[in-house]
């Protein structure tokens, strides 16, 4: 199994930049993909990026390409969310999950069994 911890939220002006963290322990951490997802007030919990086991390959949606880049040290257990030019959309609880590497890396939440509690992202205009 694996637990897993967000760091790195708060409160940022629009146009700022944030690095949210995600500290994983258990199994061999790079046998993980690891999934990002924001639950923003009054919407759905959304699927914001991936990443392999290896970090070799990553994810991303229209909503955050050119803005967020995924990124993990498997030497450390963390998975990174790198977050510049944020806007007051981005609003959110951020989520890392984390899911065995194989078949595929995934998109949809049911697919990822293990979660962090979440971090508060909250950018103000």
């Known amino acids: 199994q694996v637990q897993l911890v967000e760091s790195g939220g708060g409160l940022v002006q629009a146009g700022g930049s944030l690095r949210l963290s995600c500290a994983a322990s258990?199994?061999?951490?790079?046998?993980?993909?690891m999934g990002w997802f924001r639950q923003a007030p009054g919407k759905e919990r959304e699927f914001v990026g991936a990443?392999?086991?290896?970090?070799?390959?990553?994810a991303h949606t229209e909503s955050t390409k050119g803005r967020f880049t995924i990124s993990r040290d498997n030497a450390r257990n963390t998975v990174y969310l790198k977050m510049n030019s944020l806007k007051p959309e981005d609003t959110a609880v951020y989520f890392c999950?984390?899911?065995?590497?194989?078949?595929?890396?995934?998109?949809?939440?049911?697919?990822?069994?293990?979660w962090g509690p979440g971090t508060q992202v909250t950018v103000s205009s």
């Open positions: 258990g199994r061999t951490f790079s046998n993980y993909n």
């Open positions: 999950a984390a899911k065995f590497r194989l078949p595929l890396m995934s998109r949809r939440e049911n697919e990822y069994p293990y």
């Open positions: 990443i392999s086991g290896s970090g070799d390959n990553t």
